[in-house]
């Protein structure tokens, strides 16, 4: 079993910065790709930003431009820099992580998901 952690959230201004992140740790053979992914009150989740093992990063056209996803592949850590949050941006945020474990069975793993407030 893969557990994934994230921290980082909490309520911010307009205009202000918050850092996610996320921790996996468990049955892990390798990770391919981590992400985030959000869910607003009300709404569906929906993709963030993805990381894959060959540096591809991918967006969602939302969030391109202000939010940075990177990983710490030796830490098995993904984070999520987001700079200039709009009200719009409110919403848990939750870490996705896929890869295979040491029996070499796919895993899609999620958080509990942190939750991030934009404010005045």
């Known amino acids: 079993q893969v557990q994934l952690v994230e921290s980082g959230g909490g309520l911010v201004q307009p205009g202000g910065s918050l850092r996610l992140s996320c921790v996996a740790s468990?049955?892990?053979?390798?990770?391919?790709?981590m992400g985030w992914y959000r869910q607003a009150p009300g709404k569906q989740r929906e993709f963030v930003a993805t990381?894959?093992?060959?540096?591809?990063?991918n967006y969602a056209d939302a969030v391109k431009g202000r939010f940075t996803i990177s990983r710490d592949n030796a830490k098995n850590t993904v984070y999520l820099q987001m700079n200039n949050l709009q009200p719009d941006d409110t919403a848990v945020y939750y870490c996705?992580?896929?890869?295979?474990?040491?029996?070499?069975?796919?895993?899609?793993?999620w958080g509990q998901g942190t939750q991030v407030i934009v404010s005045s």
């Open positions: 468990g049955n892990i053979f390798n990770i391919n790709a």
């Open positions: 990381s894959t093992n060959g540096g591809h990063t």
């Open positions: 996705n992580a896929v890869g295979v474990n040491y029996t070499l069975d796919y895993y899609d793993s």
